[in-house]
């Protein structure tokens, strides 16, 4: 693992309301209000980003936030969307894209993929680009054409923006996400490899230094010691783990000791 790393925090669609979302950041300023080496990026449901806001001011959290996804446009008569200005408008720097869940859902192509990544990145927003969809899959299988696809679709004509701004990507696989079962170190580290093999070539060894690859699927408190020798992971985007505040400061404890 290298330095500094990230941790994204997913809360998908939790806490179910306002008190609830109260009491985790209440836990989350127990816990984690002290300035980390590492970057804690905290996305909670769009429609209590304001609130987070503030309590996170009150409690002292050192987190920044993002959304948990963006509309592929960026204004005009979409319902039920969020577009990247509003995002950006309401405090969050950072957007996951392409999370799995949202793949499935919206049955989105990597090119659909490709335009919630644009919108971010007109509109200030970093774009945190999810991959390792694989309908279907099994565990422990790695397409290596289905990532080098999602990758190359999105980022073919960013080189200059990687360049200029680095890259931060979360490799997911489907089958390890929520099910208790993650991928095995060396998956990943095979994985992540490659990821970084596709950026250089696409542009250029030389901005590595800047591309974070990213873990989710199935961490917590009780595994994460095994990633941590893999030095080609930069972090881990936590679902289940992240509703759970002892159990966010006890990884973030974890990786910072490493
Ligand atoms: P999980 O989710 O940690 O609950 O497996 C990870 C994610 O979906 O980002």
Redesign the pocket.
């Known amino acids: 693992m290298t330095s500094p790393p990230i941790i994204g925090l997913?809360w998908k669609m939790n806490p179910a309301d306002r008190d609830q979302t109260a009491a985790l950041i209440a836990g989350m300023g127990e816990r984690l209000s002290v300035m980390r080496s590492s970057q804690l990026i905290l996305f909670p449901p769009a429609v209590f980003l304001d609130q987070v806001r503030a309590l996170q001011k009150e409690y002292g959290v050192f987190v920044s936030l993002g959304v948990q996804d963006l509309s592929t446009q960026a204004v005009g008569s979409y319902t039920g969307e969020i577009s990247a200005p509003m995002a950006f408008d309401s405090g969050a720097e950072f957007s996951l894209v392409g999370?799995s869940?949202t793949r499935k859902r919206q049955a989105l192509t990597d090119t659909e993929v490709k335009h919630k990544f644009e919108r971010a990145t007109e509109h200030s927003v970093v774009p945190i680009l999810c991959i390792g969809y694989q309908e279907g899959s099994e565990e422990g299988d790695v397409d290596y054409d289905v990532i080098k696809q999602q990758v190359m679709t999105v980022l073919e004509d960013y080189r200059a923006y990687i360049r200029e701004h680095g890259l931060i990507i979360a490799y997911?696989p489907t089958w390890?996400?929520?099910t208790g079962d993650p991928a095995d170190p060396e998956t990943i580290e095979t994985v992540c490899l490659y990821i970084q093999k596709l950026i250089a070539e696409l542009a250029g060894q030389d901005t590595l230094d800047e591309v974070y690859v990213l873990y989710?699927?199935?961490?917590n408190k009780d595994n994460v010691r095994a990633f941590l020798d893999i030095t080609s992971l930069n972090g881990f985007?936590?679902?289940?783990?992240s509703l759970k505040p002892e159990e966010v400061a006890s990884i973030v404890e974890q990786v910072e000791e490493k």
């Not at 989710?216 to 961490?219: I, K, L, M, P, Q």
């Not at 985007?237 to 783990?241: D, R, V």
């Open positions: 997913n999370h869940e997911e390890a996400i929520g989710g699927g199935s961490v985007l936590l679902g289940g783990a």
